[in-house]
T-cell receptor, first 112, second 118 residues
Framework: EAQVTQNPRYLITVTGKKLTVTCSQNMNHEYMSWYRQDPGLGLRQIYYSMNVEVTDKGDVPEGYKVSRKEKRNFPLILESPSPNQTSLYFC???????????FGPGTRLTVL | AQKITQTQPGMFVQEKEAVTLDCTYDTSDQSYGLFWYKQPSSGEMIFLIYQGSYDEQNATEGRYSLNFQKARKSANLVISASQLGDSAMYFCAMREAFSTSGTYKYIFGTGTRLKVLA
């Protein structure tokens, strides 16, 4: 089944404890992206990647890192999480010459 | 700066009636794409419809149509014959034009929560 997977789906952690949210797609898509969704703010793009080893900042990159060493994987890294990073996170991918993004199921992160 | 505005935080519609969800955008680019996504209470993001800035005809996908008015920079979603399952949050989004390096970003609006009444 063609899909975007994220792990974990739910995570409660404490301030300063490094964490990684994984994202993987099995559709050979080139474009991958991370978003955070907050009430009243919609979705905001954190980082995106056009292809392997090509990443760029979205609108809210502060406090996040990403890497794209393989085409299928695009992990989101929080080196030192803070409570203002409590949010619902979505990973998405899209192929070239197609218009829609395919979204993962979301990861709900709580930082205490 | 590029921006998507959805001015209706919440809307109600009677089952089987049509409803229009508003979306305006701000861009100086000539080439861009406009999207609508649905997010039910279960949380997943579902792609509904796409309109390219050069498309002359309004996009349609089943009961969904996009009323694209380029001069007014609006891209309203029209849902015909509303169903109870249409109750969800709806997001308008824009894909920016390709940059000189070939990259592009997406911008989302804040969403409209639609409730369909039986």
């Amino acid at each position: 089944e063609a899909q975007v997977t994220q792990n974990p789906r739910y995570l409660i952690t404490v301030t300063g404890k490094k964490l990684t949210v994984t994202c993987s797609q099995n559709m050979n898509h080139e474009y991958m992206s991370w978003y955070r969704q907050d009430p009243g703010l919609g979705l905001r793009q954190i980082y995106y990647s056009m292809n392997v080893e090509v990443t760029d900042k979205g609108d809210v990159p502060e406090g996040y890192k990403v890497s794209r060493k393989e085409k299928r994987n695009f992990p989101l890294i929080l080196e030192s999480p803070s409570p203002n990073q409590t949010s619902l996170y979505f990973c998405a991918s899209s192929p070239p010459n197609r218009n829609e993004q395919f979204f993962g199921p979301g990861t709900r992160l709580t930082v205490l | 700066a590029q921006k998507i505005t959805q001015t209706q935080p919440g809307m109600f519609v009677q089952e089987k009636e049509a409803v229009t969800l508003d979306c305006t955008y701000d861009t100086s680019d000539q080439s861009y794409g406009l999207f609508w996504y649905k997010q039910p209470s279960s949380g997943e993001m579902i792609f509904l419809i796409y309109q390219g800035s050069y498309d002359e005809q309004n996009a349609t996908e089943g009961r969904y149509s996009l009323n694209f008015q380029k001069a007014r920079k609006s891209a309203n979603l029209v849902i015909s014959a509303s169903q109870l399952g249409d109750s969800a949050m709806y997001f308008c989004a824009m894909r920016e034009a390709f940059s000189t390096s070939g990259t592009y970003k997406y911008i989302f609006g804040t969403g409209t929560r639609l409730k369909v009444l039986a």
